[in-house]
């Protein structure tokens, strides 16, 4: 009786402190609850009399109560107590919820029965998977990401980060975020970071900062700080993108638009190349540059032009196979070379003062290799330099090869020119030799014409079509047959109004010829008079073409101070009377007050 007795005291003081205990007791046998207390009941959410009515495996899955039942069967035979478990069980409300329990075996009123005690580690479950989530998530972020303590240092960094600055996240653990590593000249910027976060505030910027290798890179960052409950900042993350491609995109965009409005003024190689070398060694603080062509001649090398330390380059020549531009020539892919002094290729060595690194560019348009860009620097050339380098040399093989292309075209355009003067010319002293009368009289009237003609603003290729068009001034007369061109006296009426038509022969005959249209307006229009009593138009005043305004001045005066076989040649004063006294009625009165002061300071052409 004294056993019972304690044994029933025993039971009454375990159900006494079971009911109060913060973790769910349940005792069962053969799946049969035979005691539960209330905190079982509330993780369950049913209440006690209807777990004591249930089987144990109700509340837990298919799979987990076999497996349940299994552990229990090897429990009750003696088998080893097994280790504290999480897992699953369903609750009154169809929810899944998790425990961490622990099964022992008890003598329940004289028989084994199996006690459990369990905890509801729900929410610490799904705080843990958020956690699992979030890292997850964070390791495959495309941006970097770090975590770090004010003090403390840096805590956490994912795959991208290391990515990014080559540090692993065992480098990185503990280190000050200065790790990053910004350029020099952005430590204010550092500061203003980090004085910014401390105080409990975001900071958003771009740092340029240096990997673990030494290489440059750009980086936008955004830098937040966790706040702690007592409102201290626990800890900062900042997200890190690498923006050095961007940026690079940009420098590249600026850097064309620089050059290209650099050279848009340019048309001539000469012109070209010296802007080109200006802009590289600005944009590239480059000590000396040169541009190198390659001569067809004899497959020599010519140095175009040489900037900075390597001006005195310019116009030199070097043998096929020296130097850095032929091993560009001869691979067409760019050179790099960081340890300029021990370059073997460097044709010049005396120039290596200031000048520690060196690159040679090639310059390719539409597929052909036109030239070598060469430069020295003291700062090394990184990839984002060859990049924005051959970026700027297309540009500048482009614009060399419309250069050449125009030279050519000028080139051309001049010899064909000089052709078609040289044929001018041919048919002037053709029609002299047919009119013995005006010989000579082209040459003299051509130098006063230009001279009135400069005079008067003329200028360029205006200039040289009144050039032309005084050498062609009697061309219609070619139309005119030779009975009346050289009869020696009178012309009747009829003869008149034939002789009248020569500037219409020139007319026909000269304007279908493109490049002497507009050399037209003095063999069309010297005839003309101020007061429209001229011919073959009858135009006046400034209808008349200037050119030929001043032409019909200088015509006559040609004509009055020359012999012909009908009279003298007038005398220069008499002439000039008469060109006055004509002015307002044949001739252009401001043309012949130039006509006057020319003639003053230039004596009679022979």
């Not at 349940?26 to 006690?48: D, Q, S, V």
Request: hydrophobic share 40%; aromatic share 6%.
């Amino acid at each position: 009786k004294q056993a019972e007795k304690a044994l029933r005291e025993s039971g009454a003081r375990f159900r006494s402190v079971a009911q109060t205990l913060g973790a769910g007791i349940f005792i069962h046998r053969g799946g049969k609850y035979l005691y539960c207390n209330p905190m079982w009941a509330r993780i369950t959410g049913y209440a006690i009399e209807e777990l004591l009515e249930m089987d144990q495996a109700q509340i837990a899955p298919a799979q987990m109560s076999q497996d349940h039942r299994k552990m229990l069967t090897s429990l009750l035979s003696g088998g080893a107590v097994p280790p504290l478990m999480e897992h699953p069980i369903r609750h009154k409300n169809g929810e899944e919820r998790w425990i961490s329990m622990a099964a022992g075996v008890i003598a329940y009123d004289g028989e084994p029965a199996i006690i459990g005690t369990a905890t509801d580690i729900t929410e610490q479950k799904l705080a843990r998977e958020r956690m699992r989530l979030q890292s997850a998530a964070l390791e495959a972020a495309a941006n970097a990401v770090v975590i770090a303590h004010p003090q403390q240092g840096i805590s956490s960094v994912n795959h991208a980060f290391s990515e990014l600055t080559g540090y692993e996240p065992q480098e990185a653990a503990g280190q000050d975020i200065s790790l990053l590593n910004p350029e020099p000249g952005q430590e204010a910027a550092f500061r203003e970071l980090k004085e910014t976060v401390f105080s409990g505030f975001v900071w958003h910027g771009e740092l340029v900062g240096r990997r673990k290798d030494g290489s440059r890179y750009d980086a936008e960052l955004t830098t937040t700080p966790v706040i702690g409950a007592a409102g201290e900042v626990t800890n900062f993350v900042a997200i890190i993108q690498n923006i050095t491609d961007r940026k690079m995109r940009e420098l590249e965009l600026e850097s064309i638009a620089q050059l290209t409005a650099a050279l848009r003024t340019a048309v001539r190689r000469s012109e070209i190349v010296p802007v080109i070398l200006q802009e590289v060694m600005r944009q590239f603080q480059a000590a000396g540059a040169t541009i190198v062509s390659l001569l067809e001649s004899d497959q020599s090398l010519y140095i175009d032009e040489g900037a900075g330390l390597w001006q005195k380059l310019t116009a030199q020549k070097m043998a096929a196979g020296l130097g850095i531009s032929s091993q560009v020539l001869a691979t067409g892919k760019p050179y790099i070379n960081n340890q300029a002094d021990e370059d073997i290729h460097f044709a010049y060595p005396e120039l290596l003062e200031g000048v520690r690194c060196l690159a040679g560019l090639p310059l390719f348009s539409q597929g052909a290799l036109r030239g070598v860009l060469t430069l020295g620097r003291e700062k090394p050339f990184e990839a984002n330099d060859v990049r924005l380098l051959t970026a700027m040399c297309n540009i500048a093989a482009a614009a060399i090869h419309r250069a050449d292309l125009y030279d050519q075209t000028v080139q051309q355009a001049s010899e064909l020119a000089q052709a078609y003067d040289a044929t001018i010319e041919g048919w002037a002293r053709a029609l002299e030799l047919r009119d013995k009368e005006t010989r000579g009289h082209t040459s003299r009237v051509t130098r006063l014409a230009m001279q009135m003609a400069e005079a008067m603003g003329f200028r360029g290729r205006v200039l040289d079509n009144v050039r032309r068009g005084v050498i062609l001034h009697d061309i219609g007369k070619m139309g005119v047959p030779d009975s009346i061109l050289l009869k020696p006296g009178e012309l009747n009426d009829e003869e008149q109004r034939i002789m009248h038509r020569h500037p219409e022969y020139a007319y026909e005959m000269l304007s279908p010829i493109p490049y002497l249209r507009e050399a037209l307006d003095i063999p069309y229009c010297h005839h003309e008079h101020w007061d429209g009593n001229g011919y073959p138009r009858g135009l006046a005043g400034e209808d008349i073409p200037l050119a030929a305004r001043i032409f019909s001045v200088v015509d006559v005066w040609d004509a009055l101070t020359s012999d012909r076989p009908y009279r003298p040649a007038w005398s220069n004063p008499q002439a000039l009377e008469y060109i006055r006294e004509r002015a307002g009625k044949q001739f252009d009165p401001a043309v012949v007050d130039v006509f006057i002061k020319v003639l003053g300071r230039k004596a009679r052409p022979e």
